[in-house]
T-cell receptor, first 113, second 111 residues
Framework: GENVEQHPSTLSVQEGDSAVIKCTYS??????FPWYKQELGKRPQLIID?????GEKKDQRIAVTLNKTAKHFSLHITETQPEDSAVYFC????????????FGKGTKLSVKP | DGGITQSPKYLFRKEGQNVTLSCEQN?????MYWYRQDPGQGLRLIYY???????QKGDIAEGYSVSREKKESFPLTVTSAQKNPTAFYLC??????????FGSGTRLTVV
């Protein structure tokens, strides 16, 4: 089955700097890779996702890149702000199949003003 | 909550008591899921259901039970066999084309 590894587990950056979170997956059949942001005590919120037919997707300060050959995908946040502080989860699944979304263990991002 | 509602928001369980967490969705999603989240940890899959009247165990199903009698509803019962039930429980639903939507969660505490 799918296994998703996420690094780092904690990340501290200065406001205005960039943050990068990396994930690897094991199942080459996986074709859908969402990223979720979870604030303390709240539900995970989808912030961006990418499907395997593209290599990069961008939404304002957030971008995700996918390397299918290496089975890596990464979240990039530019010009970080204190409100970006949260736990971020990557996930992977085979969309359209009976597969479940498999999550990484999360990265706690702290943005210092 | 984006079409998926969990209740109650907070729940307290006494030792040896069964409790049921509610999850309802109006998104017409076929699949529904229950995850458990412990402080500072990721999401672990308890049970999932791809279709009405069918469900499968996830990674940590022991001490939990579910039912899926209606497409909209996927209640989770935490039984007395679950020895460490204090956690944040998240319900989710998904469609093949859209992805996952999460409920707002239930925080269960043993008293």
């Amino acid at each position: 089955g799918e296994n998703v590894e996420q690094h780092p587990s904690t990340l501290s950056v200065q406001e205005g700097d960039s943050a990068v979170i990396k994930c690897t997956y094991s199942d080459s059949a996986s074709n859908y890779f969402p990223w979720y942001k979870q604030e303390l005590g709240k539900r995970p919120q989808l912030i961006i996702d990418i499907r395997s037919n593209v290599g990069e997707k961008k939404d304002q300060r957030i971008a995700v890149t996918l390397n299918k050959t290496a089975k890596h995908f990464s979240l990039h946040i530019t010009e970080t702000q204190p409100e970006d502080s949260a736990v971020y989860f990557c996930a992977a699944t085979v969309m359209g199949s009976q597969g479940n979304l498999i999550f990484g263990k999360g990265t706690k991002l702290s943005v210092k003003p | 909550d984006g079409g998926i509602t969990q209740s109650p928001k907070y729940l307290f369980r006494k030792e040896g008591q069964n409790v049921t967490l509610s999850c309802e969705q109006n998104l017409n999603h076929d699949a529904m899921y229950w995850y458990r989240q412990d402080p500072g940890q990721g999401l672990r899959l308890i049970y999932y259901s791809q279709i009405v009247n069918d469900f499968q165990k996830g990674d940590i199903a022991e001490g939990y039970s579910v039912s899926r009698e209606k497409k909209e509803s996927f209640p989770l019962t935490v039984t007395s066999a679950q020895k460490n039930p204090t956690a944040f429980y998240l319900c989710a639903s998904s469609s093949q084309s859209y992805g996952y939507t999460f409920g707002s969660g239930t925080r269960l505490t043993v008293v």
